[in-house]
């Protein structure tokens, strides 16, 4: 493999992993179909790039962030790529992150297996029963394995962070206290009040948000430190105590 269908690169973000600067790669590419992607304009197409431009874009982040996250798109869909520059930035003694839909388990498992993923962002779209109702995901059976893996991997310490992040809209806002039910209290979570259009009619209103994250967080049932995004704002909530900025 000597190209990956590419997407855009950002040299520097301190956002995509707690507490780590990081570059962030853009994989073209994703067949998951959600309704609301941010990321439209790179689902398609062709831009192929040659391995060793990316190497080169990722050796001159070296001395400005701690990190390199994989983002998309989804980059497990380019295995082969995802591979080679994951072990190429370890190589150079950065630290990797990936964010995926969980849709290829068979490639997270090799990945976490030779030690070259240090951050996953799993996304949980929905309960598992909904998630037709926002992606053209049919079967979930494979998102449902990735969980379990990145879970493990985190209990196991190959994996130094974990989240789980779930974007909200109108059809999921309330599945938030279904997905509750698939997570243990020891990994963390990430909700995300979600943008669109407002002729979707999808969109929840600041309100609406912040009751339901209410409930979602009453300090005397939560089991995990979960942050919660809305617009420019970030809170974080922890089980027995109240919330805190
Ligand atoms: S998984 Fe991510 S990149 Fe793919 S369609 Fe959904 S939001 Fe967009």
Same mark, same amino acid.
């Given at each position: 493999m000597t190209e990956m269908n590419y997407a855009g690169y950002i040299?520097?973000?301190?956002?995509?992993?707690p507490d780590h600067t990081s570059s962030v790669l853009f994989f073209r590419g994703c067949k998951a179909g959600c309704f609301y992607c941010y990321n439209k304009h790179i689902l398609a197409g062709d831009n192929y790039v040659s391995l060793d431009v990316i190497k080169d874009k990722i050796n001159g982040s070296k001395p400005f962030v701690e990190a390199i996250v994989m983002s998309g798109g989804e980059c497990t869909e380019q295995p082969d790529a995802l591979y080679e520059l994951l072990k190429y930035t370890k190589s150079i003694g950065l630290k990797t992150g990936l964010y995926t839909n969980g849709c290829n388990p068979d490639i997270i498992f090799v990945l976490l297996k030779e030690n070259l993923i240090d951050m996953i962002s799993l996304d949980i779209k929905a309960t598992w029963e909904?998630? /037709? &109702?926002?992606?053209?995901?049919?079967? !979930?059976?494979? #998102?449902? =394995?990735?969980?379990?893996?990145?879970?493990?991997?985190?209990?196991t310490n190959k994996l130094e962070y974990f989240n789980v992040n779930t974007t909200v809209?109108?059809?999921?806002?309330?599945?938030?206290?279904?997905?509750?039910?698939?997570? /243990? &209290?020891?990994?963390?979570?990430?909700? !995300?009040?979600? #943008?669109? =259009?407002?002729?979707s009619g999808e969109c929840v209103s600041d309100e609406e948000f912040m009751y339901a994250?209410?409930?979602?967080?009453?300090?005397?049932?939560?089991?995990?430190?979960?942050t919660v995004k809305m617009a420019n704002q970030i809170h974080k909530y922890f089980p027995c105590s109240d919330a805190a900025m």
């Open positions: 040299d520097f973000s301190s956002i995509e992993w909904n998630y /037709p &109702s926002l992606t053209a995901i049919k079967d !979930t059976s494979s #998102i449902k =394995k990735s969980l379990s893996l990145c879970i493990m991997a985190s209990r809209f109108k059809s999921n806002l309330s599945d938030i206290f279904g997905i509750d039910l698939y997570l /243990p &209290s020891d990994i963390n979570q990430t909700i !995300t009040k979600g #943008i669109i =259009k407002p002729e994250i209410k409930e979602y967080t009453d300090p005397y049932i939560l089991t995990r430190p979960v």
